[in-house]
């Protein structure tokens, strides 16, 4: 059985930082990626980065260049997401997906397996 399993979310004040991790079992997503979404209330999930598990290649969405971090480790089969300088427009569920579409890792639609998300709540 293929899961993903987020953890780290929590609530926390603008400019702070939050960790997301993704715990994934019964799959490995050899040569794809693990991207992470969010989706903010009463907008569309939306790509938040991705890491590509063969070579560590990382994808970022503009609005989260230069303050988000996506990382994984291989022996734990887990994908993190560092979150620094956090703004209350990052507030979302943010959900982490697998296993993209090789050269459009940006495309939710290449993405199978989901986790149950995790909330991430910014004030200011």
């Known amino acids: 059985q293929v899961r993903l399993v987020e953890s780290g979310g929590g609530s926390v004040q603008a400019g702070g930082s939050l960790r997301l991790s993704c715990a994934v079992s019964?799959?490995?997503?050899?040569?794809?990626?693990t991207g992470w979404f969010r989706q903010a209330p009463g907008k569309d999930r939306e790509f938040v980065a991705a890491?590509?598990?063969?070579?560590?290649?990382?994808y970022y969405a503009d609005s989260v260049k230069g303050r988000f971090t996506i990382s994984r480790d291989d022996a734990k089969n887990t994908v993190y997401l560092q979150m620094n300088s956090l703004k209350p427009e990052d507030t979302a569920v943010y959900y982490c997906?697998?296993?993209?579409?090789?050269?459009?890792?940006?495309?939710?639609?290449?993405?199978?397996?989901w986790g149950q998300g995790t909330q991430v709540t910014v004030s200011s």
């Open positions: 019964g799959i490995t997503f050899s040569g794809r990626a």
């Open positions: 890491v590509n598990w063969n070579d560590g290649s990382t």
């Open positions: 997906a697998g296993p993209g579409y090789s050269g459009r890792y940006s495309w939710e639609g290449g993405y199978y397996y």
